[in-house]
T-cell receptor, first 114, second 116 residues
Framework: DADVTQTPRNRITKTGKRIMLECSQT?????MYWYRQDPGLGLRLIYYSFDVKDINKGEISDGYSVSRQAQAKFSLSLESAIPNQTALYFC?????????????FGDGTRLSIL | AQTVTQSQPEMSVQEAETVTLSCTYD???????LFWYKQPPSRQMILVIRQEAYKQQNATENRFSVNFQKAAKSFSLKISDSQLGDAAMYFC?????????????FGTGTRLKVLA
C-alpha cells in the first residue's frame, strides 16, 4: 500500500461545485502539504500543516481551504470551483526532524473544472 | 526570498549517452538542502538525489550525480548511460529553515526525452 494516498485520482466537475480532495498517510510524519502543479509553473504550495492545530497558507491559498482532521489526514477543499483551478494536485508529507528529510508525495489528483 | 530556476524546459538525450540538467537557486541562507525529483508519466514524484549545502563532495546515486557549486548557487543533475526509463519531468527543489518553516521551493521542471 502507498505511504501517501490521495483520493480521488481523477475528478471532473463543473464550475461552482464544492470539491474535497483527501490525503492520508501511514508514514507517521507530522508535516503535510498541498501543492498544485501547472505546466511551466512547477509545484506551488497551497497550504501546509505542521501538526493538527497548525495550518499555514502557502503562496496560492486564495480559493482553497484545508482541514487537518488527524495527524494522518489532510484534506483540501475548493468551496466554489472555477476553471483556472484545473490542475494536478499533490499531497506531500515530511518528517519534522532535519533539513535532509525529503518530501514524500501521493500519486496526485488530476482535477478538471468545466 | 529564495527562488529556484530551471532554465531548460526540455532536453533530449540519446540512449546510453550522458545528459546534464541545470538548476540555479538564490538564497541568503547558509544551511540548506537541495533535491532532484523525477516525475515519470505515471505522475509520481520520486526522489532521485539530495545534497547538503555544507558538504563539498557531490552526491551520487548509481547513474545519477550532481555538480554542486555553492558559490555559484548551481546544482546540476548528471544522468549517465541514459535509459528509456529516465524519460520524465525533473524538478529541482530547495529546502531551508527560514524562521522554522522548513518549506520546500521547486523549480518549474525540465522535461527529459530519451531517444532510442
Amino acid at each position: 500500500d502507498a505511504d501517501v494516498t490521495q483520493t480521488p485520482r481523477n475528478r471532473i466537475t463543473k464550475t461552482g461545485k464544492r470539491i474535497m480532495l483527501e490525503c492520508s498517510q501511514t508514514k507517521g510524519h507530522d508535516r503535510m502539504y498541498w501543492y498544485r502543479q501547472d505546466p511551466g509553473l512547477g509545484l506551488r504550495l497551497i497550504y501546509y500543516s505542521f501538526d493538527v492545530k497548525d495550518i499555514n497558507k502557502g503562496e496560492i491559498s486564495d480559493g482553497y481551504s484545508v482541514s487537518r482532521q488527524a495527524q494522518a489526514k489532510f484534506s483540501l477543499s475548493l468551496e466554489s470551483a472555477i476553471p483556472n483551478q484545473t490542475a494536478l494536485y499533490f499531497c506531500a508529507t515530511s518528517s519534522g526532524t532535519g533539513l535532509n528529510q525529503p518530501q514524500h508525495f501521493g500519486d496526485g489528483t488530476r482535477l478538471s473544472i468545466l | 526570498a529564495q527562488t529556484v530556476t530551471q532554465s531548460q524546459p526540455e532536453m533530449s538525450v540519446q540512449e546510453a549517452e550522458t545528459v546534464t540538467l541545470s538548476c540555479t537557486y538564490d538564497t541568503s541562507e547558509s544551511d540548506y538542502y537541495l533535491f532532484w525529483y523525477k516525475q515519470p508519466p505515471s505522475r509520481q514524484m520520486i526522489l532521485v538525489i539530495r545534497q547538503e549545502a555544507y558538504k563539498q563532495q557531490n552526491a551520487t546515486e548509481n547513474r545519477f550525480s550532481v555538480n554542486f557549486q555553492k558559490a555559484a548557487k548551481s546544482f546540476s543533475l548528471k544522468i549517465s548511460d541514459s535509459q528509456l526509463g529516465d524519460a520524465a519531468m525533473y524538478f529541482c527543489a530547495y529546502r531551508s529553515d527560514t524562521s522554522g518553516t522548513y518549506k520546500y521551493i521547486f523549480g518549474t521542471g525540465t522535461r527529459l526525452k530519451v531517444l532510442a
